[in-house]
Protein backbone atom coordinates (compact mmCIF):
# COMPACT_ATOMS: atom_id res chain seq x y z
CA UNK A 1 0.00 0.00 0.00
CA UNK A 2 1.40 3.37 -1.25
CA UNK A 3 2.03 5.55 1.64
CA UNK A 4 0.11 8.79 2.23
CA UNK A 5 1.52 11.88 0.54
CA UNK A 6 1.94 14.64 2.90
CA UNK A 7 1.15 18.38 1.96
CA UNK A 8 4.06 19.77 2.09
CA UNK A 9 4.48 23.67 1.14
CA UNK A 10 6.15 25.01 -2.01
CA UNK A 11 9.64 25.67 -2.12
CA UNK A 12 10.98 29.13 -2.76
CA UNK A 13 11.88 30.50 -5.59
CA UNK A 14 15.28 31.31 -6.19
CA UNK A 15 15.60 35.36 -5.24
CA UNK A 16 17.09 37.30 -7.97
CA UNK A 17 19.20 40.57 -7.85
CA UNK A 18 16.14 42.21 -9.54
CA UNK A 19 14.40 41.37 -6.23
CA UNK A 20 16.48 42.43 -4.01
CA UNK A 21 17.41 45.68 -6.11
CA UNK A 22 13.12 46.14 -6.03
CA UNK A 23 12.59 45.96 -2.27
CA UNK A 24 15.37 48.27 -1.70
CA UNK A 25 14.23 51.28 -3.71
CA UNK A 26 10.67 49.97 -2.44
CA UNK A 27 12.05 51.22 0.92
CA UNK A 28 14.40 54.45 -0.26
CA UNK A 29 11.23 55.83 -2.31
CA UNK A 30 7.91 54.99 -0.64
CA UNK A 31 8.67 53.92 3.06
CA UNK A 32 7.20 57.51 4.33
CA UNK A 33 4.36 57.75 2.25
CA UNK A 34 1.86 55.56 4.31
CA UNK A 35 2.93 56.74 7.50
CA UNK A 36 0.15 56.64 10.29
CA UNK A 37 -0.05 57.93 13.73
CA UNK A 38 -1.43 53.66 14.69
CA UNK A 39 1.53 52.16 13.37
CA UNK A 40 3.77 54.60 11.70
CA UNK A 41 5.86 53.48 8.70
CA UNK A 42 4.96 49.60 8.88
CA UNK A 43 2.74 49.83 5.98
CA UNK A 44 5.86 51.08 4.13
CA UNK A 45 7.67 48.25 5.17
CA UNK A 46 5.37 45.76 4.16
CA UNK A 47 5.19 47.30 0.63
CA UNK A 48 8.85 47.22 0.68
CA UNK A 49 9.56 43.51 1.60
CA UNK A 50 6.78 42.04 0.38
CA UNK A 51 8.76 40.96 -3.49
CA UNK A 52 10.98 39.07 -0.89
CA UNK A 53 8.21 37.69 1.32
CA UNK A 54 6.24 36.44 -2.34
CA UNK A 55 9.33 34.77 -3.70
CA UNK A 56 9.96 33.11 0.18
CA UNK A 57 6.78 32.12 1.34
CA UNK A 58 5.13 30.90 -1.71
CA UNK A 59 2.62 28.80 0.43
CA UNK A 60 -0.81 31.12 0.79
CA UNK A 61 -1.04 30.38 4.60
CA UNK A 62 2.91 30.88 4.88
CA UNK A 63 2.28 34.42 3.28
CA UNK A 64 -0.14 35.73 4.76
CA UNK A 65 1.49 34.58 8.07
CA UNK A 66 4.81 36.57 6.75
CA UNK A 67 3.01 40.05 6.05
CA UNK A 68 1.49 39.85 9.12
CA UNK A 69 4.45 39.74 11.18
CA UNK A 70 5.99 42.39 8.63
CA UNK A 71 2.97 44.94 9.20
CA UNK A 72 3.70 45.88 12.96
CA UNK A 73 4.67 48.55 14.22
CA UNK A 74 8.35 49.70 13.04
CA UNK A 75 9.73 53.50 13.21
CA UNK A 76 13.03 54.89 13.01
CA UNK A 77 15.10 57.42 11.17
CA UNK A 78 14.17 56.78 7.18
CA UNK A 79 17.65 58.06 6.51
CA UNK A 80 20.23 57.06 8.43
CA UNK A 81 20.18 54.15 9.75
CA UNK A 82 16.50 51.90 8.21
CA UNK A 83 18.13 50.94 5.17
CA UNK A 84 20.90 48.59 6.89
CA UNK A 85 18.00 46.98 9.18
CA UNK A 86 15.48 46.59 6.18
CA UNK A 87 18.77 44.85 4.18
CA UNK A 88 19.45 42.46 7.26
CA UNK A 89 15.79 41.82 7.48
CA UNK A 90 15.72 40.90 3.73
CA UNK A 91 18.77 38.82 4.50
CA UNK A 92 17.11 37.02 7.58
CA UNK A 93 13.11 36.76 5.30
CA UNK A 94 14.95 35.22 2.37
CA UNK A 95 16.86 32.67 4.25
CA UNK A 96 13.72 31.93 6.12
CA UNK A 97 14.35 32.93 9.48
CA UNK A 98 11.72 35.06 10.36
CA UNK A 99 12.01 34.97 14.13
CA UNK A 100 15.48 36.62 13.52
CA UNK A 101 14.24 39.25 11.03
CA UNK A 102 11.43 40.57 13.54
CA UNK A 103 14.33 40.54 16.52
CA UNK A 104 16.64 42.75 13.92
CA UNK A 105 13.49 45.06 13.14
CA UNK A 106 12.60 45.25 17.16
CA UNK A 107 16.31 45.32 18.41
CA UNK A 108 17.57 48.21 15.79
CA UNK A 109 14.81 50.49 15.21
CA UNK A 110 15.29 52.28 18.25
CA UNK A 111 19.03 52.81 18.44
CA UNK A 112 19.43 53.40 14.61
CA UNK A 113 17.02 56.23 15.24
CA UNK A 114 18.66 57.62 18.06
CA UNK A 115 21.90 57.75 15.69
CA UNK A 116 20.03 58.85 12.63
CA UNK A 117 18.14 61.81 14.54
CA UNK A 118 21.11 63.28 15.89
CA UNK A 119 22.67 63.60 12.69
CA UNK A 120 19.98 64.62 10.20
CA UNK A 121 18.16 66.44 13.45
CA UNK A 122 20.87 68.46 15.53
CA UNK A 123 24.16 68.08 12.66
CA UNK A 124 23.21 68.18 9.44
CA UNK A 125 19.88 69.89 8.96
CA UNK A 126 19.97 73.06 11.01
CA UNK A 127 23.89 73.58 9.49
CA UNK A 128 22.41 73.30 6.12
CA UNK A 129 19.54 75.34 6.65
CA UNK A 130 21.33 78.17 7.78
CA UNK A 131 23.43 78.16 5.65
CA UNK A 132 21.00 77.94 2.52
CA UNK A 133 18.70 80.73 4.32
CA UNK A 134 21.78 83.08 4.26
CA UNK A 135 22.49 82.60 0.59
CA UNK A 136 18.74 82.90 -0.12
CA UNK A 137 18.56 86.04 2.23
CA UNK A 138 21.34 87.26 -0.02
CA UNK A 139 20.08 86.43 -3.36
CA UNK A 140 21.64 83.65 -4.33
CA UNK A 141 19.68 80.62 -5.60
CA UNK A 142 22.71 78.29 -3.89
CA UNK A 143 20.47 77.97 -1.20
CA UNK A 144 17.84 75.84 -2.51
CA UNK A 145 20.11 74.08 -4.52
CA UNK A 146 22.12 73.36 -1.24
CA UNK A 147 19.13 72.26 0.46
CA UNK A 148 18.50 69.89 -2.90
CA UNK A 149 22.26 68.15 -3.18
CA UNK A 150 22.18 67.65 0.49
CA UNK A 151 18.92 65.23 0.10
CA UNK A 152 20.19 63.70 -2.67
CA UNK A 153 23.59 63.04 -0.96
CA UNK A 154 21.82 61.35 1.90
CA UNK A 155 19.38 59.31 -0.38
CA UNK A 156 22.56 58.39 -2.50
CA UNK A 157 24.12 56.96 0.91
CA UNK A 158 20.81 54.57 1.30
CA UNK A 159 21.94 52.04 -1.43
CA UNK A 160 24.72 51.22 0.60
CA UNK A 161 23.59 51.23 3.71
CA UNK A 162 20.99 48.51 2.69
CA UNK A 163 23.62 46.44 0.91
CA UNK A 164 26.00 46.82 4.35
CA UNK A 165 23.26 45.62 6.52
CA UNK A 166 22.34 42.60 3.74
CA UNK A 167 25.62 41.53 3.97
CA UNK A 168 26.47 41.69 7.65
CA UNK A 169 22.55 39.96 8.56
CA UNK A 170 22.69 39.21 12.35
CA UNK A 171 26.37 40.13 12.66
CA UNK A 172 24.34 43.74 12.53
CA UNK A 173 23.50 43.71 15.85
CA UNK A 174 26.55 42.90 17.51
CA UNK A 175 28.94 45.42 15.44
CA UNK A 176 26.22 48.09 16.44
CA UNK A 177 25.59 47.11 20.11
CA UNK A 178 29.25 46.53 21.21
CA UNK A 179 31.62 48.83 22.39
CA UNK A 180 28.95 51.60 23.46
CA UNK A 181 29.07 52.59 20.01
CA UNK A 182 25.86 54.17 19.45
CA UNK A 183 26.37 56.02 22.57
CA UNK A 184 29.33 57.22 21.23
CA UNK A 185 28.34 58.32 17.78
CA UNK A 186 25.30 59.97 19.35
CA UNK A 187 27.31 62.37 21.87
CA UNK A 188 29.88 63.37 19.12
CA UNK A 189 27.34 64.16 16.30
CA UNK A 190 25.31 65.63 19.29
CA UNK A 191 28.85 68.06 20.39
CA UNK A 192 29.45 68.69 16.83
CA UNK A 193 26.33 70.11 15.92
CA UNK A 194 25.80 71.84 18.69
CA UNK A 195 29.61 73.80 18.25
CA UNK A 196 28.57 73.94 14.78
CA UNK A 197 25.03 76.01 15.57
CA UNK A 198 26.71 77.85 18.71
CA UNK A 199 28.87 79.56 16.07
CA UNK A 200 25.57 80.78 13.73
CA UNK A 201 23.90 82.60 17.29
CA UNK A 202 25.02 85.94 15.97
CA UNK A 203 23.43 85.09 12.38
CA UNK A 204 20.28 84.07 13.61
CA UNK A 205 19.35 86.15 16.40
CA UNK A 206 20.04 89.43 15.27
CA UNK A 207 19.58 91.19 18.76
CA UNK A 208 21.03 94.57 19.42
CA UNK A 209 19.71 97.26 21.80
CA UNK A 210 18.72 101.25 20.72
CA UNK A 211 19.93 102.37 24.21
CA UNK A 212 21.82 105.50 23.97
CA UNK A 213 22.74 108.63 26.31
CA UNK A 214 24.60 112.20 25.97
CA UNK A 215 27.77 112.75 27.78
CA UNK A 216 29.25 115.94 28.00
CA UNK A 217 33.27 116.21 27.48
CA UNK A 218 35.25 119.30 27.46
CA UNK A 219 37.13 119.69 23.98
CA UNK A 220 39.95 122.42 24.59
CA UNK A 221 37.62 124.24 26.94
CA UNK A 222 34.54 124.18 25.69
CA UNK A 223 31.65 122.11 26.84
CA UNK A 224 30.89 119.14 24.00
CA UNK A 225 28.06 116.70 23.90
CA UNK A 226 28.98 113.41 22.97
CA UNK A 227 26.13 110.33 21.97
CA UNK A 228 27.16 107.07 23.56
CA UNK A 229 25.97 104.20 22.47
CA UNK A 230 25.17 101.47 24.03
CA UNK A 231 25.31 98.71 21.41
CA UNK A 232 29.21 100.28 20.84
CA UNK A 233 30.18 99.80 24.26
CA UNK A 234 28.70 96.16 24.57
CA UNK A 235 30.47 95.39 20.79
CA UNK A 236 33.15 96.35 22.80
CA UNK A 237 33.17 94.20 26.37
CA UNK A 238 32.29 90.68 24.32
CA UNK A 239 30.56 90.95 20.63
CA UNK A 240 27.30 89.53 20.14
CA UNK A 241 26.81 90.14 23.87
CA UNK A 242 22.86 90.23 23.82
CA UNK A 243 22.44 86.89 21.45
CA UNK A 244 24.68 84.86 23.47
CA UNK A 245 22.85 86.15 26.67
CA UNK A 246 19.22 85.10 24.92
CA UNK A 247 20.35 81.33 24.17
CA UNK A 248 21.77 81.42 28.48
CA UNK A 249 18.44 82.50 29.31
CA UNK A 250 16.47 80.08 27.24
CA UNK A 251 18.94 77.15 28.16
CA UNK A 252 18.75 78.34 31.63
CA UNK A 253 14.60 77.95 32.11
CA UNK A 254 14.87 74.72 30.29
CA UNK A 255 17.74 73.13 32.95
CA UNK A 256 17.03 74.98 35.91
CA UNK A 257 13.60 76.24 35.68
CA UNK A 258 12.31 72.69 33.91
CA UNK A 259 9.97 74.31 31.64
CA UNK A 260 8.85 73.33 28.29
CA UNK A 261 10.50 74.40 25.21
CA UNK A 262 6.45 75.94 24.52
CA UNK A 263 6.66 78.01 27.43
CA UNK A 264 10.30 79.23 26.68
CA UNK A 265 9.23 80.53 23.43
CA UNK A 266 6.28 82.17 25.07
CA UNK A 267 8.69 83.73 27.63
CA UNK A 268 10.99 85.01 25.00
CA UNK A 269 8.50 86.11 22.68
CA UNK A 270 7.57 88.27 25.75
CA UNK A 271 10.59 89.76 26.08
CA UNK A 272 11.09 90.45 23.15
CA UNK A 273 7.71 92.80 22.68
CA UNK A 274 8.40 94.13 26.36
CA UNK A 275 11.88 94.88 25.11
CA UNK A 276 10.48 96.33 21.80
CA UNK A 277 7.92 98.58 23.12
CA UNK A 278 9.98 100.10 26.24
CA UNK A 279 12.56 100.53 23.36
CA UNK A 280 15.65 98.45 24.77
CA UNK A 281 15.74 95.76 22.02
Known amino acids: ?15 TKQDINKAMWRHIFTLQWSWNYERMQALGWLWSILPVLQKTYKDPAELKVAMQRNINFYNTNPNVGSPAIFGAAVAMEQDRQPDVADS ?10 GIGDT ?23 GGAWLMFLTSVAFIATMPWQFNLGYKQGLNMVTEVASGGKIDQVTEAASTMGLIVIGGFIPSILGVTTPLAFARTLMVDGK ?13 QILPFMLPVLVVGLAYWLLRNRKLSPVWVLITLTVVAFAGSLLHVL
Do not use: H
Open 223 to 235: ATEKIVKVQEVLD
Open 119 to 141: IMAILVRPIVAVIAAAWAISGSA
Open 1 to 15: MASPVRNLPPISEPM
Open 104 to 113: LKVGLMGPFA
